[in-house]
């Protein structure tokens, strides 16, 4: 059931983030990163939700979600779902400190998400995300747009027009596509 799924991942993601007297991992990052591989996109999706959950509250998982997503997480095809480009955008997002190295971290392990992703919305409620930090988010928003600009999530449109307002990004040849894309539509 979802719920055991849920609990299975969370002791797993324990016994990686937990060491012995000797300090080898329980979970090896090579045991976590071939299960990551096997298991399905509800198995990877559950992994992401909790490792997120657990930086936001408890402070030795922000550094193990850094070390996690760089030393971990898979790069194989299989992991790159539009649904695993989501959690990932949305752990970017939240990442107020380092927000820039996260996108760094995030962007090769991603894919284009789906149309019924709301990722964007929090972009575009926080003014403050798109005059910060603009050259890291088109990054993060131009790996996570599909090509045609009419599969975009709700409240692309928005983010790239505000995006496209800021100097640093408003020449930068992915914002000129992202906005050519939008015209075509």
């Known amino acids: 059931s979802h719920d055991q799924a849920e609990r299975l991942a969370g002791i797993l993601l324990s016994g990686w983030g937990s060491r012995r007297r000797d300090r080898s991992r329980y979970v090896s990052d090579a045991d976590m990163r071939e299960l990551l591989i096997i298991a399905g996109d509800d198995f990877r999706s559950n992994i992401l939700f909790a490792l997120d959950r657990w930086a936001r509250t408890e402070p030795p998982w922000r550094k193990n979600l850094r070390y996690f997503l760089a030393r971990v997480w898979p790069r194989q095809r299989v992991a790159k779902t539009p649904r695993i480009s989501g959690h990932l955008f949305d752990i970017a997002i939240e990442s107020e400190r380092g927000f820039a190295s996260m996108v760094d971290l995030v962007v090769p392990l991603m894919t284009a998400v789906e149309r019924n992703t709301l990722f964007l919305f929090k972009v575009t409620r926080n003014k403050s995300w ?19 600009a009419g599969e975009w999530p709700y409240g692309a449109e928005e983010a790239v027009n505000r995006l496209s307002q800021q100097p640093a990004v408003a020449v930068d040849s992915r914002m000129i596509e992202l906005r050519r894309r939008l015209a075509a539509r």
């Open 130 to 148: 798109i005059e910060k930090q603009p050259v890291a988010l088109l990054k993060l928003i131009y790996k996570a747009l599909p090509r045609d």
